[in-house]
């Protein structure tokens, strides 16, 4: 199928891939069903966009927490459990959204702006199912490692 992303332009949804939040995302209830998009790169963690297939206009950036060494212990309810069609706790994949910073030290130019991750709401995700949740306002204690 083609989308007419707002931000990505016409891009390709194979509908196979697509995931589902059957809880919506707070702030964004209406939009539960997303497509993952990213380039190539070398070396470096990798930048995802999820793009909803109900809001043109919705687009956030994402990242596999273990891409930059977090580690997250998060208890699920059983209705997130339901929800993610999850059998096995190691089969999910926690996704961050990231951002740039925007009282960067150069504002003037955007690529220098530092990137931030929200840790407190993870994005988990049952790859298998294609199913997600969002977790709100974890307590985090953060030990980064590389």
Same mark, same amino acid.
């Given at each position: 199928?083609?989308?007419?992303?707002?931000?990505?332009?016409?891009?390709n949804?194979?509908?196979?891939?697509?995931?589902?939040f059957?809880?919506?995302?707070?702030?964004?209830?209406?939009?539960?069903?997303?497509?993952?998009?990213?380039?190539?790169e070398?070396?470096?963690?990798?930048?995802?966009?999820?793009?909803?297939?109900? =809001? +043109?206009?919705? $687009?956030?950036?994402?990242? @596999? %927490?273990?891409?930059?060494?977090?580690? /997250?212990?998060? #208890?699920? !309810?059983?209705?997130?459990? =339901? +929800?993610?069609? $999850?059998?096995?706790?190691? @089969? %999910?994949?926690?996704?961050?959204?990231? /951002?740039?910073? #925007?009282? !960067?030290?150069?504002?003037?130019?955007?690529?220098?702006?530092?990137?931030?991750?929200?840790?407190?709401?993870?994005?988990?995700v049952?790859?298998?199912?294609?199913?997600?949740?969002?977790?709100?306002?974890?307590n985090?204690?953060?030990?980064?490692?590389?």
């Amino acid at each position: 199928m083609l989308f007419q992303s707002n931000l990505l332009g016409q891009v390709n949804v194979d509908e196979n891939t697509v995931l589902t939040f059957p809880l919506g995302l707070p702030g964004f209830e209406d939009c539960v069903r997303f497509k993952l998009f990213h380039e190539e790169e070398n070396g470096a963690p990798r930048v995802l966009w999820m793009q909803s297939l109900e =809001e +043109a206009d919705v $687009l956030f950036s994402v990242v @596999d %927490a273990a891409e930059f060494g977090v580690r /997250y212990e998060i #208890e699920l !309810a059983d209705d997130e459990v =339901e +929800a993610l069609q $999850l059998a096995k706790p190691e @089969d %999910a994949v926690v996704l961050v959204m990231v /951002y740039r910073a #925007e009282d !960067a030290v150069d504002a003037s130019h955007p690529l220098l702006k530092s990137l931030n991750a929200n840790l407190r709401s993870p994005l988990v995700v049952n790859p298998l199912t294609q199913r997600g949740i969002q977790i709100g306002q974890l307590n985090v204690d953060a030990v980064l490692s590389r």
